[in-house]
């Protein structure tokens, strides 16, 4: 994604000559002009282009674009406001069910940075780990496990200085 000029993703509008707002200067104060301006780009999404498909078209085109390599395309339906958790009815699954089935470790990390519930079961009740791994993807499968597992391990160290053993 860094090489691929995404930057223009979460600034989309400010491209444009007759909008008000313009990207803060080396020169200016990082409290409170540059700071304001990250929150307004990061935070509130206030620069990205919006579009004109329905929360649902924005979701399917999610489901559909997560079984590629091309990240750039769910980052931008993810901004867009599309739902990481989507459940497509027919197809009895959601996003990163599509993802780990297709060995697409990039989309999984993607969509769980977005809140992708990497526990979510579909409709034959696999968890997306069971998807990669039923599909031959044992390494998509296994960090499908550390991210399932990564907040709750994080915390039980912090507290008990212990670290959990899940084989």
């Not at 994604?1 to 990082?30: G, Q, Y």
């Not at 034959?124 to 780990?129: H, L, V």
Request: proline letters at 6%; aromatic letters at 4%; one cysteine or more.
């Amino acid at each position: 994604l860094n090489n691929s000029n995404i930057n223009a993703l979460w600034e989309h509008t400010l491209c444009d000559p007759k909008s008000p707002k313009k990207k803060p200067h080396n020169r200016d104060a990082l409290h409170p002009t540059k700071a304001d301006f990250i929150r307004a780009k990061h935070q509130q999404l206030a620069f990205v282009l919006r579009s004109s498909d329905s929360e649902e078209e924005l979701n399917q085109q999610l489901h559909s674009s997560v079984r590629t390599g091309n990240l750039e395309t769910s980052l931008r339906l993810l901004a867009q406001g599309a739902d990481p958790n989507y459940y497509h009815e027919e197809k009895g699954s959601r996003p990163i069910h599509v993802a780990a089935r297709a060995g697409q470790a990039g989309q999984v990390e993607l969509l769980v940075v977005h809140g992708a519930d990497p526990g979510a079961l579909d409709q034959q009740g696999n968890t997306p780990s069971a998807c990669a791994r039923l599909s031959g993807h044992r390494e998509v499968s296994q960090r499908l496990i550390e991210l399932l597992y990564e907040v709750p391990d994080r915390l039980t160290y912090f507290l008990c200085r212990r670290r959990p053993d899940h084989t």
